[in-house]
T-cell receptor, first 114, second 115 residues
């Protein structure tokens, strides 16, 4: 079965650079969630999209922005990177029409900011 | 916040023993889910229990939910070395059956199963 695809899997950037993370949800899933997991931490919700509209927002810095495109893939744009942005970034998708249920997580993008 | 807490933070057992992890949360939930994460990798969904359910089984997993105490437990029976991972509970909270969708994770339990 198709899973959530994230690219790139690893990314190394310098401070103050920008990064773009991509997420391709499972086919027919119209809701995408982004989470950030720092070293030794639990995942923290950043932002979500349903039918290409932002549906919820968590602890996402103003330096970050995201959108969901017409094919339902999503991109997380991160600017003015800081050392503290080094983390695993997960994307998850769900068929929101069911309202409540399991989220399917991608393998994550490991971002290292030097 | 809706932040969940898990205990123990770390659990070390021998193969064949049972492992029990607990999770507490603070507000109303629609469901509680357990996820597994191997070191630095993706999150794998294990089991979901809805707020109107008290117990659920899936293979060697047994989950209980006590909404009056706002707590849940995950029991892994007959553990194997391959069960070594971090285990997170996550709550999907909302009111009156309305889901807000986003998951709030607990701090996780690191389980080590020695062969």
């Amino acid at each position: 079965a198709a899973g959530v695809i994230q690219s790139p899997r690893h990314l190394i950037k310098e401070k103050r650079e920008t990064a773009t993370l991509k997420c391709y949800p499972i086919p027919r899933h119209d809701t995408v969630y982004w989470y950030q997991q720092g070293p030794g931490q639990d995942p923290q919700f950043l932002i979500s999209f349903y039918e290409k509209m932002q549906s919820d927002k968590g602890s996402i810095p103003d330096r970050f922005s995201a959108q969901q495109f017409s094919d339902y893939h999503s991109e997380l744009n991160m600017s003015s990177l800081e050392l503290g942005d080094s983390a695993l970034y997960f994307c998850a998708s769900s068929p929101a029409g069911t309202g409540v249920g399991e989220q399917f997580f991608g393998p994550g993008t490991r971002l290292t900011v030097l | 916040s809706q932040q969940g807490e898990e205990d123990p933070q770390a659990l070390s057992i021998q193969e064949g023993e049972n492992a029990t992890m607990n999770c507490s949360y603070k507000t109303s939930i629609n469901n509680l889910q357990w996820y597994r994460q191997n070191s630095g990798r993706g999150l794998v969904h294990l089991i979901l229990i809805r707020s109107n359910e008290r117990e659920k089984h899936s293979g060697r997993l047994r989950v209980t939910l006590d909404t009056s105490k706002k707590s849940s437990s995950l029991l892994i029976t007959a553990s194997r070395a391959a069960d070594t991972a971090s285990y997170f509970c996550a709550t999907d909270w909302g009111l009156g059956g309305t889901s807000y969708g986003k998951l709030t994770f607990g701090q996780g339990t690191i389980l080590t199963v020695h062969p």
